[in-house]
């Protein structure tokens, strides 16, 4: 298979912004008042894109591990940002915990991966930093609709977990069903894309290797692993996160608290 890549030019490159236009016009046609926030979107993504790009090709330039170490860092603490920006709602010690699940799982499976399955050094930015900006991105997505679909149960079963609290029941055992099926809503959207991946669409990580030359018996490997380290990452973080945080709603007596009192206690 050949290895050369189609480059393209900056006119080229220009002309995907046609496909924005398309989007920008059926907004207005559909009346949806969103295109502040695609416009928006679209500038984010390129800013943000570009100065990845510069900054991966000065560390893979010059790979020290201290530039590699840096980048996780900051790709850690951006996804505990971006999760916990949105959700205002949380008390302390459940931020406390989502902040220590997204580290943890992101870490424990970005480690394995890296060292056991590809069998690369950590800090070899070229596997380390893409890999890792996966499997933490995707935990990310999965821990933000876990737990918005976790406080938005509490809130739809106030009058249910009221009346079960009035009849002694325990908080563990009112919460736990809402933490299942948070964690359940988390996991749908990877498995759905494990179902759907081969035969209704080819997943990026895989096309980016083929469209660079990579063997498609390599790239189909990667893509396995890569998947199913995503899945144990989503999996393991919104575990965690919930099974922690849920235990924040509530003191010793079995009462439940508002945010104000649980970041008293």
């Not at 991966?56 to 980048?71: K, W």
């Not at 699940?101 to 930015?125: D, H, K, M, Q």
């Not at 933000?144 to 009035?166: H, V, W």
């Not at 209704?200 to 990580?205: A, K, N, R, T």
């Amino acid at each position: 298979m050949a290895n050369n890549v189609v480059a393209i030019s900056m006119g080229q490159f220009a002309l995907a912004y046609v496909l924005l236009l398309v989007v920008l016009l059926l907004m207005k046609r559909s009346r949806i008042e969103q295109t502040g926030l695609l416009l928006m979107a679209s500038l984010r993504m390129t800013l943000q894109l570009v100065l990845v790009g510069f900054l991966l090709q000065l560390i893979i330039g010059d790979p020290r591990p201290l530039y590699t170490l840096a980048f996780l860092s900051a790709m850690f603490g951006f996804a505990i940002y971006r999760t916990l920006s949105t959700r205002k709602d949380l008390n302390r010690r459940f931020q406390w915990a989502v902040a220590f699940s997204i580290v943890f799982s992101g870490l424990a499976v970005v480690v394995y991966f890296i060292l056991v399955v590809v069998g690369e050094s950590l800090f070899n930015p070229q596997y380390a930093i893409p890999l890792a900006g996966m499997i933490v991105g995707n935990a990310m997505t999965g821990i933000t609709l876990g737990i918005k679909t976790f406080m938005e149960s509490l809130r739809d079963n106030r009058l249910q977990i009221r009346t079960l609290t009035n009849l002694g029941i325990d908080c563990q055992t009112i919460l736990k069903p809402f933490v299942n099926n948070a964690l359940e809503s988390a996991l749908l959207p990877t498995l759905n894309s494990m179902l759907g991946m081969g035969i209704v669409f080819l997943p990026g990580m895989m096309t980016g290797q083929i469209l660079s030359g990579t063997m498609p018996a390599t790239a189909i490997l990667y893509q396995i692993a890569i998947m199913l380290a995503i899945t144990a990452s989503v999996c393991l973080t919104v575990f965690l996160s919930l099974n922690l945080g849920y235990r924040t709603l509530y003191n010793d007596r079995e009462q439940f608290m508002t945010r104000e009192e649980a970041d008293r206690a």
